[in-house]
């Protein structure tokens, strides 16, 4: 188990925040940083035109450690709907092919394929989970010939079950169709080896599991889409842009790599540095051991909730970091506000308690929540 990390926030004491899956707190290091990054730009005489490529170029480093993958493979992006635009405009849809997506899934990487359905004259298919299963044998019968992509999450961010990603990536190869990730619930808190997954996208927004602020996120590019089209044409993305005595001598080609698919004015350091920040305090512990100690923390709440009489998946059906808590005759009415009246702040997702820790969470927090769902 790492221990717990609770000093290195701002989180006061009898506050007990088992929500990381709604939005991360940010760290004292996230904070300096981004004030750091905000002073940086508050002299913008000593702010050097070399400046708006290294502070990028230093999180785009950090960010494909997380991911395990070539820094080339890595674009940055404001958002996961920016990120899953990005892939829509760049996989392949015929005209009566199917998107396989989850039934429930998050919004944003719902409606970005029916806007594409709708054009190209194919249909989404939401896969349904058989009752207390993980999703992967459900997502892996959708997939057939007419399947042109499959967009999913590694972890469903309502329930937290599981999608062998790796089983969906060969399948997905068999029968031609694209694969596209949606990692936000899961990327910096569950192991993944994304060589072995071989997904064309796969986007994760920062300001939950990866520990950064709002407005930041990070879009894997397979190399096999690097020629592709961006979004958007903003200057920084083109080859040359580091000379900036001739950015009028406009240029066809850009920078290498996923750099194409950048966000306009990625060059922000506050937000950079921030993210920077709350990436180094996953990698000095490494994604393995956050998975097991948060494994831990869920297991030992499901064991004591289950003398309760609470349902929870277990480790394997669900990701090790999520914990979905169901209540046989239904989740009471204001339990969620009765919660946060005594300062016990999760999240109501369906008909379960979504209970997500982190490792600012420490024995107080797991005896405060079972007392008071006692």
């Given at each position: 188990m790492i221990p717990c990390q609770r000093d290195r926030f701002a989180i006061p004491e009898g506050v007990h925040y088992l929500n990381c899956a709604y939005m991360a707190p940010l760290s004292h290091d996230v904070i300096a940083a981004m004030d750091a990054g905000a002073r940086a730009k508050a002299s913008p005489w000593r702010y050097r035109p070399a400046d708006f490529f290294t502070v990028s170029e230093s999180f785009r480093e950090k960010?494909?450690?997380i991911a395990g993958v070539a820094a080339d493979c890595i674009a940055i992006v404001p958002s996961a709907s920016y990120g899953l635009a990005v892939a829509a405009a760049n996989v392949p849809l015929a005209r009566g092919q199917e998107v396989v997506t989850l039934a429930g899934q998050f919004p944003s990487n719902v409606y970005v394929w029916q806007e594409l359905v709708s054009r190209v004259g194919a249909s989404v298919r939401a896969v349904e989970?058989?009752?207390?299963?993980?999703?992967?044998e459900a997502v892996l019968e959708t997939i057939h010939p007419d399947t042109g992509i499959v967009a999913v999450p590694h972890c469903h961010w309502a329930d937290g079950r599981v999608v062998d990603l790796v089983a969906v990536g060969a399948k997905c190869r068999e029968v031609g169709a694209a694969l596209v990730l949606d990692l936000t619930q899961s990327l910096g808190a569950m192991p993944i080896?994304?060589?072995?997954v071989d997904p064309d996208?796969?986007?994760?927004a920062r300001y939950k599991w990866l520990?950064?602020?709002y407005g930041t996120g990070m879009l894997y590019v397979a190399p096999r889409h690097h020629g592709g089209t961006p979004i958007e044409h903003n200057w920084i993305n083109r080859a040359g842009s580091e000379d900036f005595a001739r950015l009028v001598d406009y240029r066809a080609d850009f920078q290498p790599g996923a750099r194409r698919f950048d966000m306009g004015e990625k060059a922000n350091p506050p937000l950079l540095m921030g993210a920077g920040a709350g990436l180094d305090f996953l990698l000095t512990f490494g994604v393995e051991a956050i998975a097991a100690s948060l494994a831990a923390q869920t297991e030992a709440l499901a064991a004591r909730a289950a003398a309760l009489g609470l349902e929870a998946a277990p480790v394997g059906t669900r990701a090790p970091h999520f914990l979905s808590l169901g209540f046989p005759a239904g989740v009471p009415e204001g339990l969620t506000e009765s919660l946060a009246a005594r300062e016990i702040h999760v999240s109501l997702r369906g008909t379960s308690l979504r209970v997500t820790p982190h490792l600012y969470n420490d024995a107080a927090d797991a005896e405060a929540l079972i007392a008071a769902l006692g």
């Amino acid at each position: 188990m790492i221990p717990c990390q609770r000093d290195r926030f701002a989180i006061p004491e009898g506050v007990h925040y088992l929500n990381c899956a709604y939005m991360a707190p940010l760290s004292h290091d996230v904070i300096a940083a981004m004030d750091a990054g905000a002073r940086a730009k508050a002299s913008p005489w000593r702010y050097r035109p070399a400046d708006f490529f290294t502070v990028s170029e230093s999180f785009r480093e950090k960010a494909a450690r997380i991911a395990g993958v070539a820094a080339d493979c890595i674009a940055i992006v404001p958002s996961a709907s920016y990120g899953l635009a990005v892939a829509a405009a760049n996989v392949p849809l015929a005209r009566g092919q199917e998107v396989v997506t989850l039934a429930g899934q998050f919004p944003s990487n719902v409606y970005v394929w029916q806007e594409l359905v709708s054009r190209v004259g194919a249909s989404v298919r939401a896969v349904e989970r058989p009752s207390q299963s993980c999703w992967s044998e459900a997502v892996l019968e959708t997939i057939h010939p007419d399947t042109g992509i499959v967009a999913v999450p590694h972890c469903h961010w309502a329930d937290g079950r599981v999608v062998d990603l790796v089983a969906v990536g060969a399948k997905c190869r068999e029968v031609g169709a694209a694969l596209v990730l949606d990692l936000t619930q899961s990327l910096g808190a569950m192991p993944i080896d994304l060589a072995a997954v071989d997904p064309d996208f796969a986007v994760a927004a920062r300001y939950k599991w990866l520990m950064g602020p709002y407005g930041t996120g990070m879009l894997y590019v397979a190399p096999r889409h690097h020629g592709g089209t961006p979004i958007e044409h903003n200057w920084i993305n083109r080859a040359g842009s580091e000379d900036f005595a001739r950015l009028v001598d406009y240029r066809a080609d850009f920078q290498p790599g996923a750099r194409r698919f950048d966000m306009g004015e990625k060059a922000n350091p506050p937000l950079l540095m921030g993210a920077g920040a709350g990436l180094d305090f996953l990698l000095t512990f490494g994604v393995e051991a956050i998975a097991a100690s948060l494994a831990a923390q869920t297991e030992a709440l499901a064991a004591r909730a289950a003398a309760l009489g609470l349902e929870a998946a277990p480790v394997g059906t669900r990701a090790p970091h999520f914990l979905s808590l169901g209540f046989p005759a239904g989740v009471p009415e204001g339990l969620t506000e009765s919660l946060a009246a005594r300062e016990i702040h999760v999240s109501l997702r369906g008909t379960s308690l979504r209970v997500t820790p982190h490792l600012y969470n420490d024995a107080a927090d797991a005896e405060a929540l079972i007392a008071a769902l006692g």
